[in-house]
C-alpha cells in the first residue's frame, strides 16, 4: 500500500464516520420535532372548538407517520455507511494494517441484521414517536 493509498483509504473511513454520527444527530432531530409538533397540535386542539379533536388527532398520526419514515430513511443511510466503512476497515485489514491496536474494536453483532445495528435506539424513537400521539388523543376523548 502506498502513501496516497493509505490517506485515501482513511479519509474515505473518516468521512463515513462522519456520516454515521451526522445520522445520528438527524434521527434525534427528527425524534425532537415529531414530539414538538405533536404536543403543539395537542395544545391546540384543546383551543380550538369542540369537535376539531378529531381532525388534530388525525395530523399528529401522519406526523408520527412522517417522522417514523424519517428515522428509517437516515437509518438506512447510516447502515449504507457502515457498509463502505466495513469496506475501508477490510482494505487496510487486506494491507496487514491492525486496527484494533489504535482503536477499540466493537464486537460485531452477528445477532443482528446490518440495518439493526443500533435497534436499542430504533425501538426508543419509535415509542417516543408513537407516544407523542397519546396527548392528542387525550384531548379529543377527553
Not at 14 to 19: E, F, G, M, T
Not at 74 to 83: E, F, S
Not at 107 to 116: K, L, W
Request: proline share 3%; with cysteine.
Amino acid at each position: 500500500m502506498t502513501d496516497k493509498e493509505f490517506a485515501v483509504a482513511c479519509l474515505l473511513l473518516q468521512d463515513q464516520q462522519r456520516l454515521i454520527a451526522a445520522g445520528k444527530v438527524q434521527r434525534w432531530d427528527v425524534v425532537k420535532w415529531t414530539v414538538t409538533v405533536n404536543l403543539a397540535l395537542a395544545a391546540a386542539s384543546l383551543g380550538i372548538a369542540e369537535g376539531a379533536g378529531g381532525l388534530f388527532f388525525l395530523f399528529t398520526i401522519l406526523v408520527a407517520a412522517a417522522g417514523g419514515g424519517l428515522v428509517y430513511h437516515y437509518n438506512k443511510r447510516m447502515t449504507g455507511a457502515r457498509a463502505d466503512s466495513d469496506r475501508a476497515t477490510a482494505y487496510f485489514r487486506e494491507s496487514e494494517i491492525d486496527l484494533s491496536k489504535i482503536i477499540p474494536v466493537v464486537p460485531t453483532r452477528g445477532d443482528r441484521t446490518p440495518a439493526m445495528y443500533d435497534s436499542e435506539e430504533l425501538y426508543i424513537f419509535g415509542y417516543i414517536i408513537v407516544g407523542s400521539i397519546l396527548p392528542a388523543f387525550l384531548a379529543w376523548v377527553i
